[in-house]
């Protein structure tokens, strides 16, 4: 009994060992298909014929991809399981390697596709670029001609005429058998528990995430992995996650002041009292009005009673209130456009290079793995092929992926120009090409949707941002609070903004000893953007020096246009900072006329391509922000340099600062000169996967330097709360008081709410000097008149007698003016 127990053993050990002799595949000039696992082409089947066999590993020559050299196809050799040479253990079974991927497959059987019958989930073959690309059904247009498909393996997505796709089939190497794929069981699994979830989630992301989970890198590692369970339980490890980040950030959100709890029965009179803040402090917001944000921040909708109270003619609301001030109609309280929040959260799409290439593909201009070649610019002869990725050109020779700047130089080329005017598709449009198609699509678009409301006083403040009991200027759209403009209460008669008055004379009008036109006889800076009368800057003791720049009515001074001469010089260069091929930019939107394509078309082309990537950039780092007025973002409005009737929104002088690697945008900001006195960078933003690694530093310290060097005195930037521990303590500026403040009131800062503004000197302060304000408009300095009538007297009187006379009454009326002044303001 024993013996036949060992002889039943040994025969059993004897099977294991036992190979059957199955038929080999893939033989010698059959046509075959092979999958790429190459960063770009991830999951994507290319044809090709087998050449020769060799233990485990086929030899292939494909039909479409071609060597370095470009001139003959590309061989090479593929690893494939013992079943495809036949020899197959008797206890393997292809369900004890249910991860496994093939790299190389017969060509699949024709099956006839039911158009009808693609549904969202399915696993699906899409023709593209000379190769079948895995995707999954990505929408629920049944009815459609074309469909929105996925690609687990690039992240990405696009959508397919439906006889560009087939249904996906799997080989089985062992029985040399097919079988469809079906739906992907990731979709299937986020349709079953997405239900029992109190949140909507985002699959892409989700996907995006589960990848880099620890279960899906050591145990599932495909996203065709057929085991459910695997699946069901990454998911909800994600899902977890997710929700436990969702509430944080919403339980961050109610941390609101120990009065709250009163809002039920006392919303509106803690919120609107008529008598509660006759007293105003200065540029302060009293912690109602606190409350009134915060909690706009919180509830998506209006309370109706709030909404009644914001008639014009009506009533007057007091600062605890926003008031949009229209005749007879309705308005929100609520100011989308003025809260500066940065994203906590970084999408997958974000984690991509910000270049020109990537932002063709963003606008499906350009197609990923589309086949480019770069051509010599004297003959036109082909130096390289290569194909596009979101990380640069791939290119043939060498498989390595290059910038568009490398792989000019990769080329051997000695041009200099830009490589995008010499990188060509298929379709013979180069790169610059398409950046020009861009810019007149978006031209065209902007001109139907953009529209300002005009002759429309604005509903916020300009200083502060808030609404409420709101002063409006006789001459312009602009609105202030009292207390913002130094005021007391609401002045009598006429008023005008700081900036709607001489920055000498402080006065709207102007008419003392000069004849003429008043409005033929006002300049406005186009550096410090301030507003002066040409016959008071004429009574300056400068104006000699400064005659043909207050003449030609483009500066108000010398230093005005050393400053904006200084700055055009700038533009463009690429300066070398830091180390890692770090660089440099100060760029400005400039307009052209894309019919006249000359030599300087190619700068300015890419100069816009520039900008949009900053844009990019800047709607990576905070929540977009649309300006009700207008209807516009306020980042594309700045970047754009956009102008409007309405100081607050006239962006025009505004550039933009490009921290790049390469050609990648690591970090960017937009900053804005007024004259010598200060500058203002509302908006800087570092990438997410370069943060804290002093980017930002590197950033900020050209543009001081740049600066410092133009004579620049201060630099002015609003920090929101969550950063502004950084800005103080990192990078050295301080928070600005009331009365530091009040010295800028000329300049219009672009601010947000719920900002701090901070400052840094950039040289030494000259000695300060009171400012001189009258009905709240501020004053850069004080204008010593009595000087300048001795100089005008004198040089007008024809003996020195009746000089004498005018000097006196010249002292006699300025002494009047001032009084009056002094009387006004207090």
């Not at 910038?403 to 080329?411: A, E, P």
């Not at 040089?795 to 009746?802: F, I, R």
Request: charged share 30%; aromatic share 10%; proline share 3%.
């Amino acid at each position: 009994m024993a013996t036949d127990i060992r002889t039943q053993l040994i025969l059993e050990q004897s099977r294991k060992r036992q190979r059957l002799n199955h038929s080999p595949k893939l033989l010698p000039n059959e046509q075959v298909e092979v999958r790429s696992v190459e960063e770009g082409f991830r999951g994507s089947w290319h044809c090709a014929t087998v050449i020769e066999c060799k233990t485990q590993i086929r030899v292939v020559k494909y039909h479409h991809l071609l060597c370095g050299n470009g001139l003959e196809n590309l061989v090479q050799f593929i690893p494939v399981l013992f079943a495809v040479d036949g020899m197959i253990p008797t206890n393997w079974r292809p369900s004890n390697f249910p991860n496994y991927r093939g790299k190389i497959r017969p060509i699949p059987p024709w099956v006839f596709n039911d158009e009808d019958h693609f549904h969202f989930g399915q696993c699906v073959d899409v023709f593209l670029e000379d190769a079948w690309w895995e995707g999954v059904i990505f929408d629920h247009d049944d009815d459609s001609d074309e469909r929105l498909v996925f690609f687990p393996d690039l992240g990405d997505e696009s959508r397919v005429l439906l006889k560009n796709l087939r249904v996906t089939q799997d080989w089985d190497a062992t029985t040399d058998t097919w079988s469809f794929r079906g739906d992907w069981i990731f979709l299937e699994i986020i349709e079953e528990i997405k239900v029992d979830l109190p949140f909507f989630v985002y699959v892409k992301q989700i996907w995006h995430e589960l990848r880099t989970t620890k279960c899906f890198v050591s145990e599932m590692k495909e996203w065709t992995c057929p085991v459910k369970e695997n699946w069901k339980e990454t998911i909800m490890e994600v899902m977890v996650d997710k929700f436990k980040l969702l509430m944080t950030d919403f339980f961050d959100g109610l941390r609101f002041s120990e009065d709250l709890d009163v809002r039920k029965k006392h919303f509106l009179d803690s919120m609107i009292n008529f008598d509660s803040n006759q007293d105003t402090v200065l540029a302060n917001k009293s912690d109602c009005e606190n409350l009134i944000v915060e909690l706009n921040n919180v509830y998506k909708t209006n309370d109706s009673d709030g909404e009644d109270l914001s008639k014009k003619n009506n009533v007057v609301l007091h600062n605890e209130t926003k008031v949009v001030k229209k005749d007879e109609t309705l308005r929100t309280n609520r100011v989308k456009r003025s809260s500066k929040r940065a994203r906590k959260e970084v999408s997958p799409k974000y984690r991509t290079p910000r270049t020109v290439l990537t932002w063709l593909i963003d606008n499906n201009i350009v197609l990923p793995r589309a086949k480019v070649q770069y051509c010599c610019k004297k003959d036109g002869s082909i130096m390289k092929v290569g194909r596009v990725t979101r990380n640069g050109i791939k290119c043939n020779c060498c498989r390595s992926v290059f910038s568009l700047l490398k792989f000019q130089k990769h080329v051997g080329s000695n041009n200099s120009g830009l490589p995008s005017a010499n990188i060509f598709l298929e379709d013979g449009r180069s790169l610059l090409d398409c950046q020009l198609q861009i810019k007149l699509d978006q031209n065209s678009g902007l001109k139907k949707t953009q529209h300002e409301i005009e002759n429309d006083s604005d509903h916020i403040c300009s200083v502060c941002h808030y609404g409420g009991k709101l002063v409006l200027c006789d001459q312009c759209p602009s609105s202030f609070h009292i207390s913002c403009v130094g005021l007391k209460e609401v002045p009598d008669g006429e008023w005008f903004c700081p900036s709607c008055c001489c920055r000498i004379c402080n006065q709207n009008k102007f008419s003392e000893y000069y004849e003429g036109n008043v409005e033929k006889n006002i300049l406005n800076c186009e550096q410090c953007e301030k507003q002066y009368h040409i016959g008071c800057l004429k009574r300056s003791k400068d104006f000699l020096k400064q005659k043909s720049y207050i003449e030609a009515k483009r500066f108000c001074s010398l230093r005005c246009a050393e400053i904006f001469t200084g700055l055009q010089r700038l533009l463009g260069k690429s300066i070398p900072v830091g180390k890692d091929n770090l660089t440099w930019t100060l760029r400005k939107n400039k307009t052209f006329d894309h019919s006249n394509y000359s030599s300087d078309m190619e700068d300015l082309i890419e100069n816009y391509s520039k900008l949009n990537v900053a844009i990019s950039v800047m709607h990576e780092c905070f929540e977009p922000v649309k300006e009700p007025r207008n209807g516009g973002d306020i980042v594309e409005d700045v970047i754009f340099c956009r102008l409007s009737e309405l100081r607050r929104l006239n962006f025009k002088g505004f550039y933009t600062v490009l921290l790049e690697k390469d050609d990648e945008l690591i970090s960017t900001a937009a900053v804005r000169v007024y004259g010598e006195k200060v500058a203002e960078v509302p908006l800087v933003g570092t990438r997410f996967q370069y943060r804290r690694r002093g980017m930002c530093h590197i950033l900020m310290q050209e543009l001081e330097k740049k600066l410092k060097e133009l004579g620049v005195e201060r630099l002015v930037l609003p920090a929101v709360s969550s950063v502004l521990h950084t800005w103080t303590r990192s990078f050295g500026f301080s928070e600005m008081t009331d009365s530091e403040k009040l010295k800028f009131l000329g300049c219009t800062f672009l601010d947000f709410q719920g900002t701090a503004m901070c400052h840094k000197l950039l040289v030494a302060d000259h000695p300060s000097t009171k400012p001189s304000i009258s009905k709240g408009n501020s004053c850069r300095k004080i204008i010593d008149l009595d000087k300048i009538y001795d100089l005008l007297e004198e040089s007008l009187a024809s003996n020195p007698k009746e000089a004498k006379n005018n000097i006196k009454t010249g002292r006699l009326k300025c002494y009047h003016r001032r009084k009056l002044k002094v009387d006004t303001f207090y």
